[in-house]
T-cell receptor
Framework: DTGVSQDPRHKITKRGQNVTFRCDPI?????LYWYRQTLGQGPEFLTY??????LEKSRLLSDRFSAERPKGSFSTLEIQRTEQGDSAMYLC?????WGTGNYNEQFFGPGTRLTVL | AQTVTQSQPEMSVQEAETVTLSCTYD???????LFWYKQPPSRQMILVIR??????QNATENRFSVNFQKAAKSFSLKISDSQLGDAAMYFC????????????FGKGTKLTVNP
C-alpha cells in the first residue's frame, strides 16, 4: 500500500460548475477525513466517515457540498455550483479508529487543488 | 472548542543551526494530543512529532524536540542541526480523544533554511 491517494491533483473549473474529487485511503483504515486548506491557513475539518457512515459534518460544509464513502472504501467529495470562495486545497486523511489507550495517526494524501475561475 | 495559535508566519534559520517554532493552544479537554506536522512545497503533510498531554516528559524524534508547558498551554518545536530538507510549512495541531478525533490546526509557520 502506497498511502493515501487523491484524484485529481489539480482541478480548474468555472464558477457554477460541479466538481467531484476522489480519495483512496490506506486499505485497512476505517476512518476517513476531509479537510480544506485555503491560502495562508491551516487545514480545517470538513467531515469524516467511520466505515461507510458519515458521522460529523462541519458548519463549513454548506449544502452545496456532499461526501460519500460507499462500502467504506474510497470517498468522493462533490461541490455543486462552485463559487470562487471554494478555491482551496482539499485534503483527505485516513486512520484507524482509536481504541482505548491506543493512538492512531492520521495519514494525509497529497490533496486536490481546486481553482474556481 | 479547541483553538491553536501560531504567531510566527515565517521563520528562517541557517543550515546546521537551531530554530524554535512557537505554538499556543486552548482546550477544555483533559485528554488530548498535540502535534507538529510538516508540509513541504507541493508535497503531502507528514507527522513530525506527537505529545500526549498526560505525559510530562517532552517528546523527541531525532533532531526534533518539543517544549510542552501544559499550564501555559504552550507547545514549541525545536529543530536542531537544521537541514535544507527541513524547509517547509510547519503546522501545530491538537486532537482530543473520542468523537471525531479531528485535527485542529494553527495557521502555520513557513520555515526557510539558508545554506
Amino acid at each position: 500500500d502506497t498511502g493515501v491517494s487523491q484524484d485529481p491533483r489539480h482541478k480548474i473549473t468555472k464558477r457554477g460548475q460541479n466538481v467531484t474529487f476522489r480519495c483512496d485511503p490506506i486499505s485497512e483504515h476505517n476512518r476517513l477525513y476531509w479537510y480544506r486548506q485555503t491560502l495562508g491557513q491551516g487545514p480545517e475539518f470538513l467531515t469524516y466517515f467511520q466505515n461507510e457512515a458519515q458521522l460529523e459534518k462541519s458548519r463549513l460544509l454548506s449544502d452545496r457540498f456532499s461526501a460519500e464513502r460507499p462500502k467504506g472504501s474510497f470517498s468522493t467529495l462533490e461541490i455543486q455550483r462552485t463559487e470562487q470562495g471554494d478555491s482551496a486545497m482539499y485534503l483527505c486523511a485516513s486512520s484507524l479508529a482509536w481504541g482505548t489507550g491506543n493512538y492512531n495517526e492520521q495519514f494525509f494524501g497529497p490533496g486536490t487543488r481546486l481553482t474556481v475561475l | 472548542a479547541q483553538t491553536v495559535t501560531q504567531s510566527q508566519p515565517e521563520m528562517s534559520v541557517q543550515e546546521a543551526e537551531t530554530v524554535t517554532l512557537s505554538c499556543t493552544y486552548d482546550t477544555s479537554e483533559s485528554d488530548y494530543y498535540l502535534f507538529w506536522y510538516k508540509q513541504p512545497p507541493s508535497r503531502q503533510m507528514i507527522l513530525v512529532i506527537r505529545q500526549e498531554a498526560y505525559k510530562q516528559q517532552n517528546a523527541t524524534e531525532n533532531r526534533f524536540s518539543v517544549n510542552f508547558q501544559k499550564a501555559a498551554k504552550s507547545f514549541s518545536l525545536k529543530i536542531s542541526d537544521s537541514q535544507l530538507g527541513d524547509a517547509a510549512m510547519y503546522f501545530c495541531a491538537s486532537q482530543t480523544q473520542g468523537g471525531s478525533e479531528k485535527l485542529v490546526f494553527g495557521k502555520g509557520t513557513k520555515l526557510t533554511v539558508n545554506p
